[in-house]
């Protein structure tokens, strides 16, 4: 009797662990479908990395744009902003 048992148990277990394997939280189509998940928020966190950048680079154009239009309106069209005094020297 003692000998049918315990080929039973083990039975009953490795029954256990295959369920899990199959059902559980840490099972295959669970680990699988978190793979997926993972895989489209790492190409959604892409998109939106390459949105960053590209807003990051015309904040800057902007930041630096307006000096080098206000330099060009000072040199080409002679422009001057109020309460400032233009002078201009010709040779």
Known sequence: MRHRLIPLALLALLAVLHGQLWIGRGSVPHVADLNQQLASQKQK?????????????????????MDMVEEKARLELGMVRPNEILVQVTK
């Open 45 to 65: 966190n892409e998109l939106a990395r390459k949105a960053n950048q590209q807003l990051s680079a015309e904040v800057r154009d902007l930041k630096e744009g």
